[in-house]
């Protein structure tokens, strides 16, 4: 198989984990690198490791395993399920939790290996996902500092995700606060206190990260150079280390308006259509089953998305900048949705360059 395919830029990738590492280096705060939206592709993990990046992080067991011999240290991002404690034990170092018997499971898990697996408590913040209340957190840390085989390493939140609520100065604040509370009622040091995702590089950036955050986990900012509580580009990050390119099968001069009876698309959908008149239309071998392609950007001008079926994507190319044919290879940007769903399909092939 040739086509799709998208194509990652090393030398680019390389320079966004560099220039991530020396904004935080700055700030004095540490990172782990997620590689989920990519599932761990191999060489990408490789060029990571090449430019510095030493702690890695992954919401998911099975790409965590893909490079158990790289890096220093392995975070699982997801909250462990029980049915998987043991391997959760075995295949990463730490892991975020949010719940009592599942921290139960991890300490028999680790006693039985006889292992340490290091622990970060998250609170909730508001964005509603996952965490323990914030009255219940010094309770929680309690219970883990008395459970075999378990090393309390810290606290943390999440932000931007289930409820988009943004990391500010108050509410990481407010988690700084929480975690000297732990320390001082345990008479013990939390070497983590973890603000967020990269929803909290803004702060970062601006210098306005609060003194007592020293770590964040992060994903989409380097790879695809922007923060995500505003969508602002970060520092000199490249946004393009990925191009998504799938190749032309059919193009010819069509109506742009269906004809003849109409009931609902293949996905039961009721599309809206403009009427452009006649328009030269370029089918694609590329749809729905490898990526949301409403989310691609063309990288040619001129080119306008009409729609996409389970394995094919229609453009309007009336207007292009250069007069597309069939066999004819269209590049396109990806944004987080469709970089994560070309990565995860087996059908798009991935090549670094």
């Not at 004095?28 to 702690?55: D, S, W, Y």
């Not at 969508?231 to 032309?248: H, I, M, N, P, Q």
Request: glycine share 8%; net charge negative.
């Amino acid at each position: 198989m040739r086509n799709p395919t998208l194509y990652i830029d090393r030398q680019k990738l390389m320079h966004n984990v560099k220039s991530m590492l020396k904004l935080a280096e700055k700030a004095n705060i540490q990172i782990h690198f997620v590689t989920k939206v990519f599932c761990a592709f191999r060489p990408m993990v490789e060029a990571m490791v090449e430019a510095g990046a030493t702690l890695l992080a992954d919401s998911r067991l099975e790409n965590i395993a893909k490079y158990e011999n790289l890096g220093e240290n392995h975070l699982l991002l997801r909250m462990p399920m029980i049915s998987e404690a043991a391997d959760v034990v075995r295949i990463s170092h730490m892991s975020l939790n949010s719940d009592l018997d599942a921290l139960a499971a991890l300490s028999d898990a680790a006693s039985a290996q006889g292992k340490r697996h290091g622990v970060i408590l998250m609170t909730e913040m508001g964005d509603l996902r996952e965490g323990f209340m914030p009255e219940e957190l010094p309770d929680a840390a309690g219970k883990v500092l008395n459970l075999r085989g378990l090393d309390l390493m810290g606290i943390g939140a999440n932000f931007n995700c289930y409820g988009g609520v943004i990391p500010d100065e108050p509410k990481l604040n407010e988690l700084i606060d929480l975690a000297k509370s732990i320390e001082d009622r345990f008479n013990i040091e939390l070497p983590i206190v973890s603000g967020g995702n990269s929803g909290s590089v803004y702060l970062l950036e601006e210098g306005r990260l609060p003194e007592g955050i020293n770590h964040l986990r992060l994903g989409e900012s380097w790879i695809l150079g922007c923060e995500t509580s505003y969508g602002k580009r970060v520092a000199d990050l490249y946004s393009d280390v990925f191009t998504l390119e799938a190749e032309v099968v059919e193009c010819r001069r069509k109506p742009s308006l269906p004809y003849g009876l109409q009931g609902p698309n293949a996905f039961g959908e009721y599309p809206v259509y403009e009427d452009r008149g006649v328009i030269r239309r370029a089918i694609l071998a590329i749809g729905r089953q490898d990526c949301p392609c409403e989310s691609l950007t063309p990288k040619m001008t001129g080119i306008d998305y009409l729609g996409s079926s389970s394995d094919h994507m229609i453009l309007d190319v009336s207007d292009s900048v250069k007069e597309i044919k069939t066999g004819d290879m269209i590049p396109f940007g990806v944004d987080y949705g469709s970089l994560l769903a070309a990565m995860t399909s087996p059908y798009v092939r991935k090549v670094m360059v």
